[in-house]
């Protein structure tokens, strides 16, 4: 019996095919769904929703498939096609693949959804789905998870560790995302960034491609990197948990058929997804104690002042720098508190502010740049400033303070005390009166003056120009004691400025940074506008405070959609589009023009 080479099998087979008359396909159409596996799979594992319609190979849509209610994530679909000669019948099939990635372990009913196909519109049956623990891990320091097809658990995972265990309430820590692996990873995707609850949460991932390092893990060398790094300070006491991160990873796997390596075909690339362990943390609360003013920061603080020179004259503007820096939380140091003299007038500051991760923490400094203008001379005295906070280390309440500053003003104040000359006021040039020439002005006998438009706009001039001072004082005194109204003021400028940093960062190839600047400036807009803390502002929150403003639906939904489109990008590979940046940036410009408009 003569055996057929793999390259002839395949070209009988396309013959066969394509001379299949269309008759042939006209059979009763019917749809089925089915799980891969069929029953049970663990958390962190990959299961597939299948959509299988026989008697065609078309189907009219996407069906509204059922909502998972949380307890697995979307990751992807796939479409096969077949065509069977069974007893001179043939038959076609469509089937559509729906990934999925367990979440939480339970059981949980999948109920039946609509498919058109062949011009019917046709119902499933119901599933159920059993998520078990088994597959899962739990614990900082958790072993490998199991994953889809592609790698054995022991060979590809991703772990979430804590750089500290005890934690207080403010107290900066970070969290490390690395990937395990030991099998060829070709590239990999986040499928899901949870955003922690009770978290400020702050992207320390380091630019460009993941640094690459082999590493020994319970005796076993893997492949090994940093994903993901992230700074977090809880914004209260209790309980804490930070959720799983989900990947997408396309591992290139081996094949061994005789028909791969006659083709040259000797690897393929198979999704495979895995997931991360949970995090759980005690959150202490601070002792009792604390001194005022309270920084906020949990870590240490040193405290300076400075002035840009020590002589300056009766109204004239001096600055007044104050630089805070230390471990901690940086961020949440509020503006100092300036015990200046009446005679001072003070404008609001100019903050700066940076931040990064140092150690199992964070470290940095900010800069409160005020504009001093004195209104009366003498030898002044800017008061120290001060700032208390807790140092962990020492398990105590503890405070940083400037020096005192002295500042020379010279000078006379305007409208102080005049000097009389003896012999009074004498007049001069009063023996000549000089004759004017040329011809005199007419105007028609009888007009009385009230009655011209002149009048009474240079009458109103006086009351106009009191009026527009006492606004322009009110804006000032606004500005100096309510904190809500100056940051309303500046929010437009200060969202317009970041977003021009963003546009400048777009030409780069550092992508968490451009997307981080978006999110800042989305996130900042609504904190000044609606005078919230911007640090640990969750979206949740950030939502429902825009709808009980009366933001409307729309608004908000693409608000979440472009805070949600950063999180992904930032935690993504840093491979890009130019142009994606440039209609992202348009499309976050018309969206804060829209909802500027809708919080006025």
Same mark, same amino acid.
């Given at each position: 019996?003569?055996?057929?080479?793999?390259?002839?099998?395949?070209?009988?087979?396309?013959?066969?095919?394509?001379?299949?008359?269309?008759?042939?396909?006209?059979?009763?159409?019917?749809?089925?769904?089915?799980?891969?596996?069929?029953?049970?799979?663990?958390?962190?594992?990959?299961?597939?929703?299948?959509?299988?319609?026989?008697?065609?190979?078309?189907?009219?849509?996407?069906?509204?498939?059922?909502?998972?209610?949380?307890?697995?994530?979307?990751?992807?679909?796939?479409?096969?096609?077949?065509?069977?000669?069974?007893?001179?019948?043939?038959?076609?099939?469509?089937?559509?693949?729906?990934?999925?990635?367990?979440?939480?372990?339970?059981?949980?009913?999948?109920?039946?959804?609509?498919?058109?196909?062949?011009?019917?519109?046709?119902?499933?049956?119901?599933?159920?789905?059993?998520?078990?623990?088994?597959?899962?891990?739990?614990?900082?320091?958790?072993?490998?998870?199991?994953?889809?097809?592609?790698?054995?658990?022991?060979?590809?995972?991703?772990?979430?560790?804590?750089?500290?265990?005890?934690?207080?309430?403010?107290?900066?820590?970070?969290?490390?995302?690395?990937?395990?692996?030991?099998?060829?990873?070709?590239?990999?995707?986040?499928?899901?960034?949870?955003?922690?609850?009770?978290?400020?949460?702050?992207?320390?991932?380091?630019?460009?491609?993941?640094?690459?390092?082999?590493?020994?893990?319970? *005796?076993?060398?893997?492949?090994?990197?940093?994903?993901?790094?992230?700074? +977090?300070? $809880?914004?209260? !006491? /209790?309980? @804490?948990? %930070?959720?799983?991160?989900?990947?997408?990873?396309?591992?290139?796997?081996?094949?061994?058929?005789?028909?791969?390596?006659?083709?040259?075909?000797?690897?393929?690339?198979?999704?495979?997804?895995?997931?991360?362990?949970?995090?759980?943390?005690?959150?202490?609360?601070?002792?009792?104690?604390?001194?005022?003013?309270?920084?906020?920061?949990?870590?240490?603080?040193?405290?300076?002042?400075?002035?840009?020179?020590?002589?300056?004259?009766?109204?004239?503007?001096?600055?007044?720098?104050?630089?805070?820096?230390?471990?901690?939380?940086?961020?949440?140091?509020?503006?100092?508190?300036?015990?200046?003299?009446?005679?001072?007038?003070?404008?609001?500051?100019?903050?700066?502010?940076?931040?990064?991760?140092? *150690?199992?923490?964070?470290?940095?400094?900010?800069?409160?740049?005020?504009? +001093?203008? $004195?209104?009366? !001379? /003498?030898? @002044?005295? %800017?008061?120290?400033?001060?700032?208390?906070?807790?140092?962990?280390?020492?398990?105590?309440?503890?405070?940083?303070?400037?020096?005192?500053?002295?500042?020379?003003?010279?000078?006379?104040?305007?409208?102080?005390?005049?000097?009389?000359?003896?012999?009074?006021?004498?007049?001069?040039?009063?023996?000549?009166?000089?004759?004017?020439?040329?011809?005199?002005?007419?105007?028609?006998?009888?007009?009385?003056?009230?009655?011209?438009?002149?009048?009474?706009?240079?009458?109103?001039?006086?009351?106009?120009?009191?009026?527009?001072?006492?606004?322009?004082?009110?804006?000032?005194?606004?500005?100096?004691?309510?904190?809500?109204?100056?940051?309303?003021?500046?929010?437009?400028?200060?969202?317009?400025?970041?977003?021009?940093?963003?546009?400048?960062?777009?030409?780069?190839?550092?992508?968490?940074?451009?997307?981080?600047?978006?999110? @800042?400036?989305?996130?900042?807009?609504?904190?000044?506008?609606?005078?919230?803390?911007?640090?640990?502002?969750?979206?949740?929150?950030?939502?429902?405070?825009?709808?009980?403003?009366?933001?409307?639906?729309?608004?908000?939904?693409?608000?979440?959609?472009?805070?949600?489109?950063?999180?992904?990008?930032?935690?993504?590979?840093?491979?890009?589009?130019?142009?994606?940046?440039?209609?992202?940036?348009?499309?976050?410009?018309?969206?804060?023009?829209?909802?500027?408009?809708?919080?006025?």
């Amino acid at each position: 019996m003569r055996v057929l080479q793999p390259i002839q099998c395949l070209v009988l087979a396309g013959m066969m095919a394509w001379s299949i008359p269309a008759a042939v396909y006209a059979q009763d159409v019917s749809v089925r769904a089915y799980l891969t596996p069929s029953s049970n799979v663990g958390v962190g594992q990959t299961f597939v929703l299948n959509v299988e319609m026989t008697g065609t190979r078309t189907m009219a849509g996407e069906p509204e498939l059922p909502d998972f209610g949380g307890f697995a994530q979307y990751l992807g679909k796939n479409t096969q096609s077949s065509v069977q000669m069974i007893d001179g019948r043939t038959s076609v099939s469509l089937t559509v693949q729906y990934r999925y990635q367990a979440l939480r372990k339970g059981t949980f009913d999948i109920p039946a959804f609509d498919v058109i196909s062949g011009g019917q519109t046709m119902t499933t049956e119901p599933l159920q789905l059993i998520v078990s623990s088994a597959s899962s891990s739990s614990g900082a320091n958790a072993g490998p998870q199991a994953t889809e097809n592609g790698a054995e658990s022991q060979d590809l995972f991703v772990t979430a560790e804590a750089t500290k265990d005890r934690i207080r309430d403010g107290e900066s820590f970070v969290v490390e995302y690395r990937i395990w692996t030991r099998v060829d990873v070709g590239s990999f995707t986040f499928t899901r960034v949870p955003e922690p609850e009770g978290f400020w949460v702050e992207d320390i991932t380091p630019g460009g491609q993941p640094q690459v390092e082999e590493l020994t893990r319970n *005796g076993q060398t893997y492949t090994t990197a940093v994903i993901r790094r992230i700074a +977090l300070v $809880p914004t209260g !006491p /209790g309980e @804490r948990r %930070i959720d799983p991160v989900g990947l997408d990873v396309q591992v290139r796997v081996r094949r061994n058929d005789l028909f791969s390596g006659f083709f040259g075909l000797g690897t393929e690339v198979v999704p495979t997804a895995v997931i991360s362990n949970p995090l759980t943390f005690q959150v202490e609360p601070l002792p009792p104690g604390r001194p005022e003013p309270f920084s906020g920061v949990v870590g240490r603080l040193a405290v300076s002042a400075a002035l840009d020179r020590d002589s300056v004259d009766v109204n004239e503007a001096v600055t007044l720098r104050v630089r805070v820096s230390g471990d901690g939380n940086i961020r949440t140091v509020p503006n100092p508190v300036l015990d200046l003299s009446a005679d001072f007038e003070v404008f609001p500051p100019d903050v700066s502010e940076s931040v990064q991760a140092s *150690g199992p923490g964070l470290s940095g400094e900010k800069t409160f740049e005020y504009v +001093l203008i $004195p209104r009366a !001379p /003498g030898d @002044r005295e %800017i008061p120290g400033v001060s700032f208390g906070f807790f140092d962990e280390r020492a398990d105590e309440y503890r405070t940083a303070a400037a020096e005192r500053l002295a500042l020379k003003v010279t000078g006379v104040t305007q409208g102080g005390p005049v000097q009389l000359l003896r012999g009074g006021v004498s007049q001069l040039r009063e023996d000549i009166r000089f004759i004017h020439l040329g011809t005199a002005s007419l105007r028609p006998r009888g007009r009385v003056l009230f009655k011209g438009a002149a009048f009474w706009m240079f009458a109103f001039l006086p009351l106009a120009g009191i009026a527009g001072a006492v606004a322009l004082r009110r804006h000032h005194d606004l500005l100096e004691g309510d904190v809500a109204y100056a940051r309303g003021r500046r929010a437009g400028r200060i969202a317009k400025k970041r977003l021009a940093h963003a546009r400048r960062l777009a030409s780069g190839r550092d992508v968490r940074a451009f997307y981080g600047e978006i999110a @800042r400036a989305l996130r900042g807009l609504v904190a000044d506008r609606l005078n919230l803390a911007e640090a640990g502002l969750q979206t949740s929150e950030l939502i429902a405070r825009l709808g009980a403003r009366g933001v409307g639906d729309t608004t908000m939904d693409e608000i979440k959609g472009c805070l949600e489109h950063c999180d992904r990008q930032r935690f993504a590979p840093p491979e890009v589009d130019s142009e994606e940046k440039a209609r992202f940036l348009e499309r976050v410009g018309h969206l804060m023009v829209d909802l500027d408009r809708e919080i006025r």
